[in-house]
C-alpha cells in the first residue's frame, strides 16, 4: 500500500469514527443541555442553547425523585448482585474450564437459552412464589433473581478466560501440594481478574438500569430503585421536562464516572475475553 492510499485509508477510518463519535455523544449532550431549560423552553426548541440556566431542575429532581434513598437502594442492590453473579460464575467457569464435562454441548445450549429466554416469561410464577414467602420488597431476594438472569452471560464469557491459563500452571501448583481451592484462589484469580472486572462492569450497569424487575417485586417508598422513581417523575398528562432531564442525568452520572476511570481495564477484558476462546 503506497503513501496515498494509506492517508486515504486513515481519513476515512477517522472519519467514521468521528461520525460515530457524535452519534453516540448527541442524545448524552441533548439530555445535559435540556436539563439546564425550562419545561417551556424544552417543548418549544430542545436544540436550542438555554435562554436561562435552571440549576434548580436538579434539586428538585433530586428531592420529588428522593434520590437520597433511591440512589443508595440502587448502590446496594448493584453491589449484591456483583458480588453474587462474580463469586458464583468464577467458580462455575473454572470447573467447566478444566475439568472434562461430557455434556458440555447440552450445557453450552441450556446457557445460551438461559441467556435470550425473556424474563417476562417467569415474572409471574415469580411473582407469586415471591408473595407466598413474603420476599416482596425484599433486596436481597431480587439480587438473588438478578445473579439468575445475567450469571449464563457470565460464565460464559469467564469460561474464555480460564481457558486460556495454561494447564502447567495448575499441574505445577497441584505437584507443590496445593489444593483445587488454593489453586483457584491464587494462581487462577489473579490471571483472570481483567475477566471479572469486565463482568462486574457489565453486570452491575445492566443491574443499575434494570426496571421491570425492580419496579415488580420493590414496590415500597423505601425499597425503590433510582430507576424506578425516575419513572414516576413523569406524569400521565404533564411533565416538568426540564426536572425529567436532570434526573436521567443523576442517575447516569455515576455509571459514567465509573467507566471513564475503569475504561482502559475494562476494554483489555473485553478484547482478552474475545481473542482467548
Not at 467514521?16 to 453516540?24: A, S
Request: glycine fraction near 4%; proline fraction near 4%; charged fraction near 10%.
Amino acid at each position: 500500500m503506497n503513501t496515498s492510499e494509506s492517508r486515504i485509508t486513515r481519513i476515512l477510518v477517522y472519519t467514521t469514527l468521528t461520525v460515530l463519535l457524535v452519534i453516540t455523544l448527541f442524545p448524552i449532550a441533548l439530555m445535559v443541555l435540556n436539563s439546564l431549560k425550562p419545561s417551556t423552553e424544552i417543548v418549544q426548541s430542545p436544540l436550542s442553547i438555554p435562554s436561562e440556566l435552571r440549576w434548580d431542575n436538579f434539586t428538585r429532581a433530586w428531592t420529588d425523585a428522593n434520590f437520597a434513598r433511591t440512589l443508595l437502594n440502587s448502590a446496594v442492590l448493584t453491589a449484591m448482585t456483583i458480588v453474587l453473579v462474580c463469586s458464583t460464575s468464577s467458580l462455575t467457569a473454572y470447573v467447566l474450564a478444566r475439568k472434562k464435562i461430557k455434556s458440555w454441548k447440552i450445557l453450552t445450549f441450556y446457557l445460551l437459552a438461559s441467556t435470550t429466554a425473556p424474563i417476562q416469561l417467569f415474572l409471574f410464577p415469580l411473582y407469586f412464589g415471591f408473595a407466598r414467602f413474603g420476599l416482596i420488597n425484599n433486596p436481597v431476594a431480587v439480587a438473588f433473581v438478578y445473579t439468575a438472569i445475567y450469571s449464563p452471560f457470565a460464565i460464559m464469557l469467564l469460561r474464555t478466560y480460564f481457558l486460556a491459563v495454561p494447564k502447567e500452571l495448575e499441574e505445577a501448583a497441584l505437584i507443590d501440594g496445593a489444593t483445587h481451592w488454593q489453586v483457584f484462589r491464587r494462581v487462577f484469580l489473579p490471571i483472570v481478574s481483567p475477566g471479572i472486572l469486565t463482568v462486574a462492569l457489565i453486570i452491575g450497569l445492566y443491574s443499575w438500569n434494570e426496571f421491570l424487575i425492580a419496579t415488580t417485586f420493590l414496590q415500597g417508598q423505601d425499597r425503590m430503585t433510582a430507576v424506578v422513581s425516575f419513572f414516576l417523575l413523569s406524569g400521565q398528562y404533564s411533565s416538568d421536562w426540564g426536572e425529567v432531564m436532570a434526573a436521567a442525568l443523576i442517575i447516569i452520572l455515576p455509571i459514567v464516572i465509573l467507566f471513564i476511570f475503569l475504561q482502559r481495564r475494562f476494554i483489555e477484558g473485553m478484547a482478552g475475553g474475545s481473542v482467548k476462546g
